[in-house]
Structure formats: C-alpha cells, structure tokens
T-cell receptor, first 110, second 118 residues
C-alpha cells in the first residue's frame, strides 16, 4: 500500500467474539481514520482519532493510536455476521491527503 | 449530512475508448478533490489531488495523460480515462474536502464507479 500495512490481512472469527485489526504507517500524521467497505461497495467512515489522542470509542468499536510506534488498532467487540467486510485504516496528513493501508478482510461466521 | 455523488456508478466500454467519470459535492463547496483507484481485493491507491481552477497533482506512477482530471468548479471534478484498456478496469472512488458548517472542514467519499473495459 502507499502508506503502510495492516495485519492480519484476513481474519475469520465466530459471531460474538472480538476482532482486533492492526495498522502501521510510515509518516507523521494529523489523524488516523478507520473505514469499512462491503464487497464492491463504497466506504463507510467508522471513526477518526487525532494524533494527540490515544484511545477512542464508538459503540462496539475501540481504536487506539500509538504515534511513537506509528501504529493503530481497531477492536470490534461482540462481533456480528453483519460486521463481515474489509476494514481499512487511513492516515491524514497536511492538506487532507488521505492514504490508505492494505486492509483487513474480516469474516464473521454466524 | 454531506453527500458526494459519482456518475456513472457502473460503466462498460470497449478498449480504446475514453470514459469520463464525474464527482460532485452536493451540499458543500469542495476546495480539494481526490481520486482513488481500487483493484479487486486490494486497497485504495491515491491517484491524484485536484484543486479548483488549477492543475491536478498526480501521485508517482500515475500517467497524467492517461487519467485527465478537470476540477472545473467548487462542486465538480471529472476523471477521464483516455484510450481505456482492460488493465484500466477498476473501482474509481473520489473524495471531496469541504466544510458543511463553518470550521467543520472534513473529507467525504463518493460511492465509487466500477469501470470494466472489454
């Protein structure tokens, strides 16, 4: 990818389990965002965390950011089959240029 | 909320033809628009950044003569894939930067355009 890597590349879990996805990036950032994309569809913005924040919550989502390690994680708790999608981290730098990570494909089995 | 639209949502064309994709910001003025390309099961790759009234800035490896970008107004940017070939088949997504309220400058993504070149 243009910015960094996500791991794992693919994740398969049972409904009800938690899913954790990690993202690493290369350059200094203003913010980091997580997006969701269902197969062949557009992006859905999930959450934005600013570079001076360390953790953020939104419903079943929890995002952490470690700027010293240039990494972030997305935790989805109590996963549902409807959470099956690809998840991308994206970093924002000056000028609103947003660069995407490689993505994690999550499959939640009912 | 703010909406960014793309037209067409799907297009199939013959090899050698040119295809124009429109990106519009519907309820705000977009000072900057971005074009991304996404191959199947891959991430979004930034192709270019366009500012209204000026030439687009292309990312390394993106042919500017192949992918013509025109940001003619604060609500419209177009991407023209010239002399399209099968390897140009991809999902093209635009995003627009703007403020729906004073001080709330943010970025919104369009729904994407799937291009298939036969």
């Amino acid at each position: 990818s243009q910015q960094g890597e996500e791991d794992p590349q693919a994740l398969s879990i049972q409904e009800g389990e938690n899913a954790t996805m990690n993202c690493s990036y290369k350059t200094s950032i203003n913010n980091l965002q997580w997006y969701r994309q269902n197969s062949g569809r557009g992006l859905v913005h999930l959450i934005l965390i600013r570079s001076n924040e360390r953790e953020k919550h939104s419903g079943r989502l929890r995002v952490t950011l470690d700027t010293s390690k240039k990494s972030s994680s997305l935790l989805i708790t109590a996963s549902r089959a409807a959470d099956t999608a690809s998840y991308f981290c994206a970093t924002g730098t000056g000028g609103f240029k947003t660069i995407f990570g490689a993505g994690t494909r999550l499959f939640v089995k009912a | 909320g703010a909406v960014v639209s793309q037209h067409p949502s799907r297009v199939i064309c013959k090899s050698g033809t040119s295809v124009k994709i429109e990106c519009r910001s519907l309820d705000f003025q977009a000072t900057t628009m971005f074009w991304y390309r996404q191959f199947p099961k891959k991430s979004l790759m930034l192709m270019a950044t366009s500012n209204e009234g000026s030439k687009a800035t292309y990312e390394q490896g993106v042919e500017k003569d192949k992918f013509l970008i025109n940001h003619a107004s604060l609500t419209l940017s177009t991407l023209t894939v010239t002399s399209a070939h099968p390897e140009d088949s991809s999902f093209y997504i635009c995003s627009a930067r703007g403020a729906t309220r004073p001080g709330q400058d943010t970025q919104y993504f369009g729904p994407g355009t799937r291009l298939t070149v036969l």
